[in-house]
């Protein structure tokens, strides 16, 4: 086991840049912060929690207790006493915040998005190839509404009440995703559960629309918010096997604190994604039933798809810890 001086001395770099940290913020305040150097302040203080715990645990002396206490203390102080957000703050976030903790948790993306498309995928073609298959996922009856909704002769009608619907979409979207997060703290189980079932229902029913020549409405409607709404589900996704990869594998911490310390990044990355889905409802309330043509609505929707990848991608990298 690793001796007390071993471990200060290891530690003792990113004691000290907190301190300096904390002694910015009682001289500057938050808004002389640079991105870097919030994102900075976020994960020392949570290591010094666990180092606190830790030389706790292993009764290290008053000494080296008592100067982590007041390190935790002055975080704790700083930064549940911030200032409320204001608007620039909040477009800070989704500029540079949010990507920026979205990559540092790919990982979770990257397994909730092969859980939520690849069935959307499978389950598509089966049945865009065998269309009776559809109902053994969805009613009959929801099956003919969709195929009326989506008839040529009253595709058009769609988008009428489209402010009533921007309401209902917001509502809808944003409550998915805010579920397949939740759900996380099912030991992860129940994001799996949102994740698969979301993904062949979506599938089932673009798969029928498009078996049954309704292709080119379908298609043509949901390209443009699909790349906000549809990765934005996968992103929330994440999210909450964060939860519960959290609860499942705490390290030295206890479940609680293990909650506590990743459920922080992941309620910040379910925020983000719950701000896609508001702009993929405005979309999809606007923009897909408006009566445009095909090829200007694919070429939109190919244009949000790369700003989407893009966004996620490379906003905010200069403010990333190196």
Same mark, same amino acid.
């Given at each position: 086991?690793?001796?007390?001086?071993?471990?200060?001395r290891k530690?003792?770099a990113?004691w000290?840049?907190?301190?300096?940290?904390?002694?910015?913020v009682?001289?500057?305040?938050w808004k002389k912060?640079?991105?870097?150097d919030?994102?900075?302040?976020?994960?020392?203080?949570?290591?010094?929690?666990?180092?606190?715990?830790?030389?706790?645990?292993?009764?290290?002396?008053?000494?080296l207790?008592?100067y982590?206490?007041?390190?935790?203390t002055?975080?704790?102080?700083?930064?549940?006493?911030?200032?409320p957000?204001?608007?620039?703050?909040f477009f800070a976030?989704?500029?540079?915040?949010f990507?920026?903790?979205f990559r540092?948790?790919?990982?979770?993306?990257?397994t909730?998005a092969?859980?939520?498309?690849?069935?959307?995928?499978?389950t598509?073609?089966v049945?865009?190839?065998?269309t009776?298959?559809?109902?053994?996922?969805?009613?009959?009856?929801q099956l003919?509404q969709?195929?009326?909704?989506?008839a040529?002769s009253?595709?058009?009608?769609?988008?009428?009440?489209r402010?009533?619907?921007?309401g209902f979409?917001?509502?809808n979207?944003?409550? $998915? /995703?805010?579920?397949?997060f939740?759900?996380g703290?099912?030991?992860g189980?129940g994001? *799996?559960? %949102?994740? +698969? #079932?979301?993904?062949?229902v979506?599938?089932?029913t673009?798969?029928?629309?498009?078996g049954?020549?309704?292709?080119?409405?379908?298609?043509?409607?949901?390209?443009s918010?699909?790349s906000?709404e549809?990765?934005?589900?996968?992103?929330?996704?994440?999210?909450?096997l964060?939860?519960?990869?959290?609860i499942?594998?705490?390290?030295r911490?206890?479940?609680?604190?293990?909650?506590?310390t990743?459920?922080?990044?992941?309620?910040?990355?379910a925020?983000?994604?719950?701000?896609m889905?508001v702009?993929?409802a405005?979309i999809?309330?606007?923009?897909?039933?408006?009566? $445009? /043509?095909d090829?200007?609505?694919y070429?939109?929707?190919?244009?949000l798809?790369l700003? *989407?990848? %893009?966004? +996620? #991608?490379?906003?905010?990298?200069?403010?990333?810890?190196a």
């Amino acid at each position: 086991m690793i001796s007390k001086r071993e471990y200060r001395r290891k530690r003792q770099a990113d004691w000290t840049r907190f301190e300096a940290l904390i002694h910015k913020v009682d001289s500057k305040g938050w808004k002389k912060l640079s991105g870097n150097d919030a994102s900075q302040f976020s994960q020392l203080f949570r290591e010094v929690c666990h180092d606190l715990s830790i030389v706790r645990t292993r009764d290290w002396g008053a000494g080296l207790t008592s100067y982590l206490n007041e390190l935790v203390t002055k975080g704790h102080n700083i930064f549940y006493k911030a200032p409320p957000t204001r608007s620039h703050d909040f477009f800070a976030f989704l500029s540079r915040g949010f990507p920026c903790i979205f990559r540092r948790n790919i990982g979770f993306f990257i397994t909730a998005a092969v859980m939520f498309f690849l069935p959307l995928g499978i389950t598509w073609v089966v049945v865009q190839n065998r269309t009776e298959l559809a109902t053994r996922i969805l009613p009959v009856q929801q099956l003919d509404q969709m195929e009326d909704m989506y008839a040529e002769s009253s595709f058009e009608d769609f988008g009428s009440s489209r402010a009533a619907m921007g309401g209902f979409y917001i509502m809808n979207n944003v409550g $998915i /995703a805010l579920r397949c997060f939740a759900m996380g703290v099912l030991l992860g189980t129940g994001t *799996v559960y %949102l994740l +698969l #079932t979301n993904g062949i229902v979506i599938g089932a029913t673009i798969g029928y629309l498009v078996g049954k020549g309704h292709g080119e409405n379908i298609l043509s409607f949901v390209v443009s918010h699909g790349s906000f709404e549809l990765t934005a589900i996968a992103v929330a996704g994440g999210a909450g096997l964060m939860l519960g990869e959290a609860i499942v594998h705490p390290g030295r911490r206890t479940r609680l604190d293990s909650l506590r310390t990743r459920g922080l990044e992941a309620v910040q990355i379910a925020g983000g994604a719950a701000v896609m889905l508001v702009v993929a409802a405005m979309i999809e309330a606007f923009w897909s039933p408006a009566p $445009i /043509a095909d090829q200007i609505k694919y070429a939109a929707g190919g244009m949000l798809w790369l700003l *989407v990848i %893009l966004y +996620l #991608t490379l906003a905010g990298r200069g403010e990333e810890v190196a």
